[in-house]
């Protein structure tokens, strides 16, 4: 009998674990979404911007540049144009990464409240990445579609009167689909639309192998850095008694890992989630990499690093800071 209570007793605790991190990580997803979308925003634009015909000036020459752009034509909404989609989502985005991270160290741990290793914290985000990647592709192509959809429209350039534009990678004889891409009203409705013209559900996972590529590493160098740059911190593998100053030092040092280590994945996701489902320029993945590389050689592979860099440290010291804040107050 109590052997059976026992058991029963760890059920509930780690339930109680599970409902912890679910509730931690969407309060830490909010966070993050507010203090990063606008950088967010930026780096997709200049990912997904138009290459000119030879010669000319892309329609945004940097990140200030998109800045002072999108505020000049949109105003400051226009930041956090897209937002709805990951607002929408970020509870289950966040509660997927951060339950499935807790569940991973969970096959670690030896006794409750046992600290991990940086390399264990590390295969436990590469799990953790591989969970949230079927929540990310989605999402992200709902919100790298609303982001990219005015740069696609307003940096059509005229060249004796035809449009002559062309995506990352694209000769300019394709320019005619940017004059065509379709005007999404909101989250919904681009939604919409992929599961009507697109192939349903099986349109919304477009760009899932470049995503794949992006969350499971990503996510493996973002939890391995954080947990190592708090033991740094720390002088040992208990972080337990750690400042809030100590946090988002962590946080945004893990941040900057998660994109200095998969970058061009991210560019190759956003490229062929806003390509053309009627006249498509990348073939796949592979394709995609290749015509990036052909147009711009390796700095093709980096439209946006600043903004991106930018974004990841405040963002994810945010993330984190919420996250270990709301996981304490909890118990």
């Not at 605790?13 to 830490?28: E, F, P, R």
């Not at 337990?240 to 970058?263: D, E, I, K, N, P």
Request: glycine residues 12%.
């Amino acid at each position: 009998m109590k052997g059976r209570m026992d058991v029963d007793t760890r059920k509930f605790v780690k339930m109680g674990d599970v409902a912890k991190d679910l509730a931690s990580g969407t309060i830490a997803g909010v966070a993050q979404l507010l203090v990063g979308h606008p950088f967010d925003t930026i780096k997709v634009k200049l990912q997904s911007q138009p290459r000119p015909p030879p010669g000319q000036p892309p329609h945004f020459t940097g990140a200030m540049d998109a800045v002072k752009k999108t505020l000049a034509a949109e105003g400051p909404r226009g930041l956090y144009k897209g937002m709805g989609a990951p607002l929408a989502t970020v509870a289950v985005f966040n509660a997927v990464l951060f339950t499935s991270r807790g569940q991973m160290e969970s096959l670690f741990r030896q006794s409750p409240g046992a600290h991990l290793t940086a390399g264990q914290q590390t295969i436990c985000g590469a799990g953790a990445g591989l969970a949230v990647a079927f929540v990310a592709c989605p999402t992200e192509l709902v919100k790298c579609r609303l982001q990219a959809q005015s740069a696609l429209q307003s940096s059509t350039v005229v060249v004796e009167g035809v449009p002559a534009v062309a995506m990352a990678g694209a000769p300019a004889a394709t320019a005619a689909a940017a004059a065509q891409t379709i005007k999404y009203n909101g989250p919904l409705d681009v939604a919409r639309h992929v599961l009507r013209s697109e192939g349903g559900v099986v349109g919304l996972f477009k760009g899932m192998t470049p995503t794949l590529m992006r969350e499971v590493p990503g996510n493996a160098a973002m939890f391995g850095v954080y947990e190592l740059t708090k033991q740094a911190i720390a002088g040992g593998k208990d972080t337990s008694q750690l400042g809030r100053g100590a946090q988002l030092t962590a946080g945004g040092v893990a941040g900057a890992a998660f994109w200095a280590s998969v970058y061009p994945a991210d560019v190759i996701k956003s490229v062929i989630q806003v390509d053309d489902q009627r006249n498509p320029k990348y073939r796949g993945t592979l394709d995609a990499f290749k015509k990036v590389y052909a147009a711009e050689g390796i700095k093709g592979y980096y439209r946006g690093f600043g903004p991106a860099m930018c974004r990841s440290v405040p963002a994810n010291a945010a993330c984190f800071l919420a996250y270990e804040m709301a996981r304490s107050a909890m118990g």
